[in-house]
């Protein structure tokens, strides 16, 4: 789905959202339209990658691990269209090994979800890395972190939930009481 929240001519700096669930990456440009950005979402790389070439952002926000090629190799892309755009990444699955290549192919920032809009914008315009940018006080909850495997699991297999259960080794009824206890968000 590619959605053009606003004309990139009206000014605003502009910004790409990419991340395949579409409800954050809907409630993150509405949050960024808030802040002064001109928003366009996509919900993949080969959509994000048709945006960007029609218009280059100026910033994007870009989900590490979606469906098709990866927000790694979506940073290449970008930074080809335009070298100034400044990308941050967005992961719930963060990795050192991944986030030292995010920053190698030109990412300004790579962030662990959950990730709040004022988190985000911070990174932004961090410029170059920013030592000074404060650090989450608590590791998430083993409840959280669980809850975001799920997910994560779940998503691949296209939100099946028999088919999450037997990937995860886990009862399917288990797992469906699991996904209706959402975990807090640290």
Same mark, same amino acid.
């Given at each position: 789905?590619?959605?053009?929240a606003?004309s990139?001519l009206?000014?605003?700096?502009?910004?790409?959202?990419?991340?395949?669930d579409?409800?954050?990456?809907?409630?993150l440009?509405?949050a960024m339209?808030k802040?002064?950005?001109s928003?366009?979402t996509?919900n993949?790389a080969?959509?994000?990658t048709?945006?960007?070439?029609?218009?280059p952002p100026?910033y994007?926000?870009?989900d590490?691990k979606?469906p098709g090629?990866?927000g790694?190799?979506?940073?290449?892309i970008?930074?080809e269209?335009?070298?100034?755009?400044?990308?941050v990444?967005?992961?719930g699955?963060?990795s050192i090994?991944?986030?030292?290549?995010?920053?190698?192919?030109?990412?300004t920032s790579?962030l662990?979800?959950?990730a709040n809009?004022d !988190?985000?914008l @911070?990174a932004?315009? /961090?410029?170059e890395g920013?030592?000074?940018i404060?650090? =989450?006080n &608590?590791?998430?909850?083993v409840d959280?972190?669980?809850? !975001?495997?799920? @997910?994560?699991v779940l /998503?691949e297999n296209?939100?099946?939930i028999?088919a999450t =259960?037997? &990937?995860l080794?886990m009862?399917?009824r288990?797992l469906?009481?699991?996904?209706?206890k959402?975990?807090a968000?640290?």
């Open positions: 789905m590619i959605n053009n606003m990139p009206d000014g605003l700096p502009t910004l790409l959202v990419v991340d395949d579409e409800i954050f990456a809907q409630t440009s509405r339209i802040r002064g950005f928003v366009m996509a993949n080969g959509d994000a048709r945006l960007a070439s029609a218009s100026d994007a926000v870009i590490l979606m090629e990866s790694l190799s979506l940073i290449r970008l930074k269209f335009s070298s100034s755009t400044t990308i990444v967005l992961t699955y963060a090994a991944t986030a030292v290549e995010a920053i190698k192919l030109g990412a790579y662990a979800k959950p809009a !988190e985000i @911070q932004l315009h /961090s410029g920013d030592d000074l404060p650090m =989450a &608590s590791p998430l909850s959280r972190m669980e809850w !975001e495997h799920i @997910q994560r /998503s296209q939100g099946n028999s =259960a037997r &990937s080794n009862h399917r288990t469906q009481r699991k996904l209706l959402r975990p968000k640290s």
